[in-house]
Protein backbone atom coordinates (compact mmCIF):
# COMPACT_ATOMS: atom_id res chain seq x y z
CA UNK A 1 0.00 0.00 0.00
CA UNK A 2 1.42 3.27 -1.37
CA UNK A 3 0.28 6.54 0.52
CA UNK A 4 1.64 9.95 0.19
CA UNK A 5 1.92 13.00 2.95
CA UNK A 6 2.39 16.08 1.50
CA UNK A 7 4.90 18.48 2.96
CA UNK A 8 3.86 22.02 2.62
CA UNK A 9 4.28 25.39 3.71
CA UNK A 10 5.53 29.04 2.99
CA UNK A 11 8.86 28.90 1.82
CA UNK A 12 12.09 29.61 4.36
CA UNK A 13 9.88 27.30 7.43
CA UNK A 14 11.65 24.57 7.55
CA UNK A 15 10.25 21.78 4.76
CA UNK A 16 13.10 20.45 3.45
CA UNK A 17 15.23 20.49 6.68
CA UNK A 18 12.26 18.57 8.31
CA UNK A 19 12.14 16.63 5.06
CA UNK A 20 15.63 15.68 5.53
CA UNK A 21 15.44 14.43 8.79
CA UNK A 22 12.40 12.57 8.37
CA UNK A 23 14.07 10.24 5.41
CA UNK A 24 17.82 10.90 5.54
CA UNK A 25 17.89 11.60 2.21
CA UNK A 26 19.49 15.00 1.08
CA UNK A 27 17.50 17.83 -1.11
CA UNK A 28 18.25 21.07 -1.55
CA UNK A 29 18.21 23.19 1.33
CA UNK A 30 18.55 26.84 1.13
CA UNK A 31 17.45 30.45 2.65
CA UNK A 32 15.67 31.89 -0.14
CA UNK A 33 12.19 31.08 -1.55
CA UNK A 34 11.88 28.18 -3.92
CA UNK A 35 14.93 26.00 -3.09
CA UNK A 36 12.82 23.04 -3.82
CA UNK A 37 11.53 23.08 -7.44
CA UNK A 38 10.63 19.52 -8.02
CA UNK A 39 9.21 17.33 -5.30
CA UNK A 40 11.24 14.87 -3.80
CA UNK A 41 9.99 12.24 -1.99
CA UNK A 42 10.85 9.37 0.34
CA UNK A 43 10.21 6.38 2.18
CA UNK A 44 10.05 6.07 5.98
CA UNK A 45 9.56 3.49 8.06
CA UNK A 46 7.09 3.84 11.24
CA UNK A 47 8.52 3.39 14.12
CA UNK A 48 6.62 0.42 16.33
CA UNK A 49 8.77 -1.04 19.08
CA UNK A 50 6.17 -3.86 18.71
CA UNK A 51 7.46 -5.03 15.51
CA UNK A 52 11.03 -5.22 17.10
CA UNK A 53 9.93 -7.02 20.26
CA UNK A 54 7.93 -9.94 17.71
CA UNK A 55 11.17 -10.19 15.77
CA UNK A 56 13.16 -10.89 18.98
CA UNK A 57 10.51 -13.47 19.97
CA UNK A 58 10.54 -15.37 16.55
CA UNK A 59 14.41 -14.62 16.15
CA UNK A 60 13.44 -13.77 12.83
CA UNK A 61 16.51 -13.38 10.65
CA UNK A 62 14.93 -10.22 8.74
CA UNK A 63 12.29 -7.69 10.31
CA UNK A 64 10.70 -5.18 7.99
CA UNK A 65 8.79 -2.16 9.03
CA UNK A 66 5.71 -0.44 7.84
CA UNK A 67 6.55 2.45 5.68
CA UNK A 68 4.73 5.92 4.60
CA UNK A 69 5.63 7.95 1.40
CA UNK A 70 6.63 11.82 2.37
CA UNK A 71 6.58 14.03 -0.33
CA UNK A 72 8.90 17.19 0.13
CA UNK A 73 6.93 20.09 -2.19
CA UNK A 74 8.23 23.30 -2.67
CA UNK A 75 7.00 26.58 -0.95
CA UNK A 76 3.69 28.24 -1.52
CA UNK A 77 3.10 31.91 -1.62
CA UNK A 78 0.16 34.32 -1.29
CA UNK A 79 -1.31 33.99 -5.32
CA UNK A 80 -0.49 30.47 -5.80
CA UNK A 81 -4.16 29.64 -6.85
CA UNK A 82 -3.54 32.22 -9.14
CA UNK A 83 -0.18 30.92 -10.63
CA UNK A 84 2.09 32.78 -8.28
CA UNK A 85 5.71 31.07 -7.86
CA UNK A 86 4.88 28.37 -9.55
CA UNK A 87 2.02 27.50 -7.98
CA UNK A 88 0.04 25.80 -10.82
CA UNK A 89 3.08 23.12 -10.57
CA UNK A 90 3.21 22.95 -6.55
CA UNK A 91 -0.69 22.71 -6.24
CA UNK A 92 -0.78 19.60 -8.61
CA UNK A 93 1.88 17.74 -6.70
CA UNK A 94 -0.40 18.85 -3.72
CA UNK A 95 -3.47 17.02 -5.35
CA UNK A 96 -1.33 14.01 -6.23
CA UNK A 97 -0.84 13.30 -2.35
CA UNK A 98 -3.33 11.39 0.29
CA UNK A 99 -2.96 13.78 3.01
CA UNK A 100 -1.31 17.16 3.56
CA UNK A 101 1.17 18.37 6.24
CA UNK A 102 1.38 21.89 6.79
CA UNK A 103 4.56 23.18 8.51
CA UNK A 104 4.29 26.29 9.82
CA UNK A 105 7.15 28.45 11.86
CA UNK A 106 7.09 29.38 15.14
CA UNK A 107 10.27 30.99 15.98
CA UNK A 108 12.23 34.16 15.49
CA UNK A 109 15.11 34.39 13.54
CA UNK A 110 16.85 37.05 11.93
CA UNK A 111 19.44 35.24 9.99
CA UNK A 112 16.02 33.41 8.65
CA UNK A 113 14.47 35.09 6.03
CA UNK A 114 11.04 35.06 6.04
CA UNK A 115 9.01 35.54 2.96
CA UNK A 116 6.47 38.51 4.60
CA UNK A 117 9.06 39.75 6.87
CA UNK A 118 7.47 38.59 10.32
CA UNK A 119 6.53 35.81 12.73
CA UNK A 120 2.39 35.03 12.88
CA UNK A 121 2.04 31.29 12.52
CA UNK A 122 -2.27 31.78 12.48
CA UNK A 123 -1.36 34.62 9.38
CA UNK A 124 0.83 31.76 7.40
CA UNK A 125 -1.76 29.30 8.17
CA UNK A 126 -4.18 31.28 6.35
CA UNK A 127 -2.40 32.13 2.92
CA UNK A 128 -1.70 28.45 2.92
CA UNK A 129 -4.76 27.72 3.37
CA UNK A 130 -6.36 30.47 1.33
CA UNK A 131 -4.70 29.22 -1.98
CA UNK A 132 -5.55 25.92 -1.41
CA UNK A 133 -9.32 26.80 -1.03
CA UNK A 134 -9.56 29.24 -3.66
CA UNK A 135 -7.32 26.61 -6.03
CA UNK A 136 -10.72 24.22 -4.92
CA UNK A 137 -13.15 26.92 -5.53
CA UNK A 138 -11.85 27.25 -9.08
CA UNK A 139 -12.16 23.40 -9.35
CA UNK A 140 -15.61 23.06 -8.19
CA UNK A 141 -16.52 25.78 -9.93
CA UNK A 142 -16.25 24.42 -13.16
CA UNK A 143 -16.89 21.11 -12.46
CA UNK A 144 -20.19 22.76 -12.05
CA UNK A 145 -20.21 25.05 -15.22
CA UNK A 146 -19.79 21.26 -16.74
CA UNK A 147 -22.61 19.63 -15.15
CA UNK A 148 -25.03 22.08 -16.00
CA UNK A 149 -26.80 20.37 -19.09
CA UNK A 150 -27.25 16.80 -17.31
CA UNK A 151 -28.27 18.82 -14.38
CA UNK A 152 -31.28 20.54 -16.60
CA UNK A 153 -31.79 17.09 -18.27
CA UNK A 154 -32.65 15.86 -14.77
CA UNK A 155 -29.96 13.18 -14.93
CA UNK A 156 -29.42 12.00 -11.27
CA UNK A 157 -25.85 11.40 -10.54
CA UNK A 158 -25.63 14.86 -12.29
CA UNK A 159 -28.31 16.04 -9.49
CA UNK A 160 -26.61 14.32 -6.53
CA UNK A 161 -23.34 15.81 -7.49
CA UNK A 162 -24.67 19.22 -8.44
CA UNK A 163 -25.95 19.72 -4.96
CA UNK A 164 -23.12 18.36 -2.90
CA UNK A 165 -20.74 20.91 -4.94
CA UNK A 166 -22.77 23.49 -4.20
CA UNK A 167 -22.71 23.41 -0.79
CA UNK A 168 -19.09 22.81 -1.38
CA UNK A 169 -18.81 26.17 -3.15
CA UNK A 170 -20.67 27.90 -0.49
CA UNK A 171 -18.39 26.44 2.16
CA UNK A 172 -15.08 27.95 -0.16
CA UNK A 173 -16.40 31.13 -0.64
CA UNK A 174 -16.29 31.40 2.75
CA UNK A 175 -13.15 30.34 3.63
CA UNK A 176 -13.66 27.01 5.16
CA UNK A 177 -12.12 23.64 3.36
CA UNK A 178 -14.13 21.37 1.76
CA UNK A 179 -13.16 18.58 4.71
CA UNK A 180 -15.90 20.51 7.04
CA UNK A 181 -18.76 20.05 4.44
CA UNK A 182 -20.71 17.02 5.59
CA UNK A 183 -21.66 14.55 2.79
CA UNK A 184 -23.63 11.16 2.68
CA UNK A 185 -22.92 8.06 0.84
CA UNK A 186 -24.41 9.38 -2.12
CA UNK A 187 -22.56 12.30 -2.64
CA UNK A 188 -19.19 11.15 -0.75
CA UNK A 189 -18.15 9.09 -4.37
CA UNK A 190 -18.42 12.50 -6.51
CA UNK A 191 -16.67 14.90 -4.15
CA UNK A 192 -13.50 12.11 -4.01
CA UNK A 193 -13.62 11.66 -7.73
CA UNK A 194 -12.68 15.53 -8.17
CA UNK A 195 -9.47 15.39 -5.66
CA UNK A 196 -10.25 18.71 -3.71
CA UNK A 197 -7.06 19.71 -1.72
CA UNK A 198 -9.17 20.51 1.23
CA UNK A 199 -11.14 17.14 1.31
CA UNK A 200 -7.38 15.41 2.26
CA UNK A 201 -6.41 15.02 5.73
CA UNK A 202 -4.66 17.84 7.66
CA UNK A 203 -2.44 18.38 9.91
CA UNK A 204 -0.26 21.01 11.11
CA UNK A 205 3.69 21.05 11.82
CA UNK A 206 4.97 23.66 14.35
CA UNK A 207 8.40 24.21 13.64
CA UNK A 208 10.31 25.38 17.17
CA UNK A 209 13.71 26.52 17.48
CA UNK A 210 15.80 24.88 20.51
CA UNK A 211 16.56 28.27 22.69
CA UNK A 212 15.16 30.09 20.82
CA UNK A 213 11.95 32.18 21.41
CA UNK A 214 8.59 29.93 20.27
CA UNK A 215 6.51 27.87 22.11
CA UNK A 216 7.56 25.09 24.06
CA UNK A 217 6.91 21.47 23.31
CA UNK A 218 3.57 21.52 24.96
CA UNK A 219 2.84 24.59 22.84
CA UNK A 220 1.83 26.32 26.13
CA UNK A 221 4.62 28.50 26.19
CA UNK A 222 4.68 32.38 26.18
CA UNK A 223 0.74 32.94 26.22
CA UNK A 224 1.17 36.30 27.19
CA UNK A 225 2.13 36.69 23.38
CA UNK A 226 -1.28 37.30 21.43
CA UNK A 227 0.15 35.46 18.58
CA UNK A 228 0.79 32.27 20.69
CA UNK A 229 -2.71 32.78 22.28
CA UNK A 230 -4.46 33.13 18.85
CA UNK A 231 -2.52 30.06 17.31
CA UNK A 232 -3.66 28.20 20.34
CA UNK A 233 -7.47 29.46 19.23
CA UNK A 234 -7.07 28.53 15.45
CA UNK A 235 -6.47 24.72 16.81
CA UNK A 236 -9.16 24.41 19.34
CA UNK A 237 -11.70 26.20 17.20
CA UNK A 238 -10.62 24.46 13.90
CA UNK A 239 -10.46 21.16 15.83
CA UNK A 240 -7.20 20.88 14.08
CA UNK A 241 -4.49 18.07 14.74
CA UNK A 242 -0.86 19.16 15.18
CA UNK A 243 2.74 18.16 16.31
CA UNK A 244 5.66 20.13 17.89
CA UNK A 245 9.41 19.61 16.05
CA UNK A 246 12.40 21.39 15.97
CA UNK A 247 13.10 20.06 12.37
CA UNK A 248 16.88 22.01 12.64
CA UNK A 249 17.56 19.67 15.38
CA UNK A 250 16.20 16.73 14.35
CA UNK A 251 18.06 17.24 11.28
CA UNK A 252 21.25 17.61 12.93
CA UNK A 253 20.16 13.86 14.73
CA UNK A 254 19.47 12.28 11.52
CA UNK A 255 22.85 10.63 11.20
CA UNK A 256 23.22 9.61 15.01
CA UNK A 257 22.11 6.74 16.58
CA UNK A 258 21.62 5.31 20.09
CA UNK A 259 23.32 6.93 23.09
CA UNK A 260 25.07 9.90 21.35
CA UNK A 261 21.64 10.95 19.78
CA UNK A 262 20.23 10.89 22.96
CA UNK A 263 22.94 12.98 24.47
CA UNK A 264 22.79 15.65 21.60
CA UNK A 265 19.26 15.81 22.32
CA UNK A 266 19.17 16.01 26.04
CA UNK A 267 21.95 18.45 25.48
CA UNK A 268 19.82 20.58 23.63
CA UNK A 269 16.72 20.65 25.68
CA UNK A 270 14.68 18.30 23.80
CA UNK A 271 12.59 15.53 25.16
CA UNK A 272 11.01 13.69 22.93
CA UNK A 273 11.74 12.47 19.23
CA UNK A 274 9.97 14.84 17.44
CA UNK A 275 10.30 13.46 14.08
CA UNK A 276 8.76 9.43 15.66
CA UNK A 277 6.23 11.52 16.91
CA UNK A 278 5.17 13.19 13.20
CA UNK A 279 5.77 9.67 11.81
CA UNK A 280 3.05 8.61 14.12
CA UNK A 281 1.03 11.53 13.78
CA UNK A 282 1.09 10.82 9.55
CA UNK A 283 0.18 7.28 10.28
CA UNK A 284 -2.80 7.99 12.22
CA UNK A 285 -4.24 10.52 9.95
CA UNK A 286 -4.61 8.35 6.93
CA UNK A 287 -6.52 6.45 9.34
CA UNK A 288 -4.04 3.47 9.18
CA UNK A 289 -3.12 0.61 11.51
CA UNK A 290 -0.69 -2.36 11.55
CA UNK A 291 -0.80 -6.16 11.75
CA UNK A 292 2.01 -8.62 11.93
CA UNK A 293 3.09 -11.43 10.67
CA UNK A 294 5.97 -13.19 12.71
CA UNK A 295 8.43 -16.14 12.09
CA UNK A 296 12.06 -17.23 11.88
CA UNK A 297 12.22 -15.84 8.28
CA UNK A 298 10.85 -12.31 8.90
CA UNK A 299 8.95 -10.18 11.22
CA UNK A 300 6.64 -8.07 8.90
CA UNK A 301 4.57 -4.98 10.12
CA UNK A 302 1.69 -5.07 7.45
CA UNK A 303 -0.19 -1.54 7.01
CA UNK A 304 -4.34 -1.65 5.96
CA UNK A 305 -6.71 0.92 6.73
CA UNK A 306 -8.74 1.20 9.82
CA UNK A 307 -11.88 -1.15 9.23
CA UNK A 308 -10.72 -3.84 6.96
CA UNK A 309 -12.03 -7.15 7.48
CA UNK A 310 -9.51 -10.37 7.02
CA UNK A 311 -9.40 -11.17 3.55
CA UNK A 312 -9.33 -7.03 2.73
CA UNK A 313 -6.08 -7.06 5.12
CA UNK A 314 -4.88 -10.08 3.57
CA UNK A 315 -4.00 -8.14 0.21
CA UNK A 316 -1.48 -6.45 2.20
CA UNK A 317 0.32 -9.25 1.33
CA UNK A 318 -0.81 -10.56 -1.98
CA UNK A 319 -3.84 -9.59 -4.06
CA UNK A 320 -5.04 -13.21 -4.35
CA UNK A 321 -5.97 -13.35 -0.51
CA UNK A 322 -8.75 -11.50 -0.97
CA UNK A 323 -10.60 -14.26 -3.55
CA UNK A 324 -8.34 -17.20 -2.13
CA UNK A 325 -8.89 -16.24 1.84
CA UNK A 326 -10.47 -19.07 3.46
CA UNK A 327 -9.56 -18.09 7.49
CA UNK A 328 -7.02 -16.38 9.42
CA UNK A 329 -5.39 -17.52 12.84
CA UNK A 330 -5.45 -14.51 15.21
CA UNK A 331 -3.34 -13.16 18.59
CA UNK A 332 -2.85 -9.95 19.65
CA UNK A 333 0.87 -9.36 19.86
CA UNK A 334 1.08 -8.99 23.31
CA UNK A 335 -0.67 -12.20 24.43
CA UNK A 336 1.54 -13.41 22.08
CA UNK A 337 4.63 -12.41 23.87
CA UNK A 338 3.14 -12.83 27.30
CA UNK A 339 2.68 -16.56 26.11
CA UNK A 340 6.74 -16.98 25.83
CA UNK A 341 6.32 -19.13 22.44
CA UNK A 342 3.11 -19.74 19.86
CA UNK A 343 2.62 -23.62 20.58
CA UNK A 344 2.25 -22.07 24.65
CA UNK A 345 -0.49 -18.78 23.30
CA UNK A 346 -2.57 -21.88 21.14
CA UNK A 347 -2.83 -24.03 24.19
CA UNK A 348 -4.01 -21.67 26.52
CA UNK A 349 -6.89 -20.49 23.65
CA UNK A 350 -5.03 -17.21 22.96
CA UNK A 351 -5.15 -18.13 19.20
CA UNK A 352 -8.42 -17.58 17.38
CA UNK A 353 -9.64 -18.77 14.37
CA UNK A 354 -11.52 -16.06 12.43
CA UNK A 355 -13.30 -15.97 9.14
CA UNK A 356 -14.30 -13.29 6.20
CA UNK A 357 -16.15 -10.90 8.42
CA UNK A 358 -13.47 -10.61 11.05
CA UNK A 359 -12.46 -6.87 11.20
CA UNK A 360 -8.65 -6.48 11.83
CA UNK A 361 -7.01 -4.34 14.99
CA UNK A 362 -4.56 -2.82 15.49
CA UNK A 363 -1.70 -5.27 16.72
CA UNK A 364 -2.52 -8.37 15.98
CA UNK A 365 -0.60 -11.02 14.54
CA UNK A 366 -2.27 -13.34 11.85
CA UNK A 367 -1.43 -16.21 9.46
CA UNK A 368 -3.62 -16.49 7.01
CA UNK A 369 -4.93 -19.58 5.55
CA UNK A 370 -5.56 -19.71 2.21
Do not use: C
Not at 218 to 235: P, R
Not at 244 to 272: C, F, P, S, T, W
Amino acid sequence: MSLSIGIVGLPNVGKSTLFNALTKKSVLIANYPFATIDPSVGVVAVPDERLWKLSEFSKSRKTVPAAIEFTDIAGLVKGASEGQGLGNQFLANIRETDAIVEVVRIFEDNDIIHVDNRIDPVKDIEVINLELVLADLSTVTKRLQNLGRDVKAGKKDAVIESKVLERVKIALESGQLASTVAADEFESPFLKQIHLLTLKPFMYVLNKKSGGKNLDESVQGDTSHIKWLALLDFFKKNNAKYVVVDAGLEHELKDLEGKDKAEMREGQGAKDDGIDALIRAGYELLNLITYFTTGEDESRAWTIHRGWNAPMAGTAIHTDFKDKFIRAEVVEWDKLLAAGSYAAARERGLVRTEGKDYVVKDGDVIEFKV
